[in-house]
């Protein structure tokens, strides 16, 4: 009788193993290319305690300069996430591959990709030099953001939906809007509320980084504290900023989940 055979619980991969040789000389590679040393790092260090000792504790030198800040961040928010969900709505449905014909998913995709293609801080200088200093240019940039990101998911929820829906409702001679407000909206329209209000959310975070370049809200305050070394009041920002995202993550969770609560009512 033979001895059983062996089995080898895992093969060793070499390609595997040598990718994983190949990242590790890269990464020192790297290290070594960006002027990276230990002793560079212990200093930053050093530096980073002292700046966070000068924070602590957090003052409100200017409490009127910081309320403007945040109530113009939340405006420039609102109004950008408002504007930009409106206007993703047919750009979404002309990118639809499997709704729209060839000549008109191209160049929605194209608007998509050209508007997902840059940072807002770098859409913000470009509105800055366009239409100067203010909320103006935040409100232009985080639109541009908002229809790069809720454009491309709209139109990919719009290609998972099923066509049985789409097809049936086309042959009772429904128009093509009865055909998307009937057939398409209301498979997608869960998966849009929460790209919506993930957006705000997102529109938060970023009108206070559009600032810093002079795109108006909390950003500018901050960097104007930066400039002062006035660290104290930066840490007082930096937290009415974490307090402002907080509460904008709960006001979102709360209305994505009256909306997807009324879609299964509905359903039912």
């Not at 070394?229 to 994505?256: H, K, N, P, Q, S």
Request: aromatic share 10%.
């Amino acid at each position: 009788m033979s001895p059983p055979a062996t089995r080898v619980a895992l093969r060793a991969n070499w390609w595997t193993r040598a990718g994983w040789v190949l990242l590790a000389a890269y990464v020192v590679y790297a290290l070594a290319r960006l002027d990276f040393s230990w002793p560079r790092f212990l200093t930053g260090l050093d530096n980073g305690v002292r700046f966070l000792d000068r924070m602590l504790p957090p003052r409100i030198a200017q409490p009127d300069s910081l309320l403007k800040g945040l109530t113009e961040s939340l405006e420039i928010a609102i109004l950008a996430s408002a504007i930009g969900i409106v206007l993703s709505l047919p750009i979404g449905l002309l990118a639809a591959r499997n709704l729209m014909p060839v000549w008109a998913t191209w160049p929605a995709r194209a608007l998509i990709a050209a508007a997902r293609s840059f940072h807002p801080v770098i859409v913000a200088i470009i509105f800055v030099k366009a239409v100067g200093f203010g909320a103006l240019a935040g409100i232009g940039a985080l639109i541009v953001g908002s229809i790069g990101f809720i454009g491309k998911l709209f139109a990919e929820a719009i290609e998972e939906i099923s066509l049985k829906q789409v097809e049936a409702i086309r042959a009772t001679g429904a128009s093509f809007m009865n055909v998307i407000a009937i057939g398409v909206m209301p498979q997608v329209f869960g998966r849009f509320i929460g790209f919506a209000t993930y957006q705000l959310d997102s529109n938060l975070r970023n009108s206070t980084m559009v600032g810093i370049v002079g795109a108006g809200g909390i950003g500018g305050t901050l960097f104007s504290a930066f400039q002062r070394f006035d660290y104290d009041f930066v840490a007082a920002i930096l937290l009415c900023i974490i307090a402002m995202i907080m509460a904008g993550e709960v006001l979102a969770t709360w209305v994505r989940g009256v909306f997807l609560e009324r879609g299964k009512v509905d359903e039912e």
